[in-house]
């Protein structure tokens, strides 16, 4: 199955959180953080959003750092999703 997001939302696939602290420690499941850095999966076609005109800044493949409570989880084939606004986004890592 394939996932396209409407209007201003996007598609990301959340990577995983740091199993070890800088100092090599390692983490149980509990004391991990949600990770804020994911992979853009889809993007929607932007458009007229609340009378602004919305152009989409990231494409599919960008990886992006993104509000750590945005979004709605949502699991396709196995997969764990977070659709969001492209407003929610904060940055592209280059």
């Given at each position: 199955?394939?996932?396209?997001?409407?209007?201003?939302?996007?598609?990301i696939?959340?990577?995983?959180?740091?199993?070890?602290?800088?100092?090599?420690?390692?983490?149980?499941?509990?004391?991990?953080?949600?990770?804020?850095?994911?992979?853009?999966?889809?993007?929607?076609?932007?458009?007229?959003?609340?009378?602004?005109?919305?152009?989409?800044?990231?494409?599919?493949?960008?990886?992006?750092?993104?509000?750590?409570?945005?979004?709605?989880?949502?699991?396709?084939?196995?997969?764990?999703?977070?659709?969001?606004r492209?407003?929610?986004?904060?940055?592209?890592?280059?």
């Amino acid at each position: 199955m394939t996932i396209k997001p409407l209007f201003d939302k996007v598609v990301i696939k959340p990577l995983e959180a740091e199993e070890t602290t800088s100092g090599g420690i390692f983490l149980s499941n509990a004391a991990k953080e949600k990770p804020q850095t994911a992979k853009v999966v889809a993007v929607g076609p932007g458009g007229i959003i609340e009378g602004k005109q919305i152009q989409m800044q990231v494409n599919v493949g960008d990886t992006v750092i993104y509000s750590k409570y945005a979004g709605s989880e949502y699991k396709l084939d196995g997969e764990e999703l977070t659709i969001i606004r492209q407003s929610d986004i904060l940055a592209i890592i280059e």
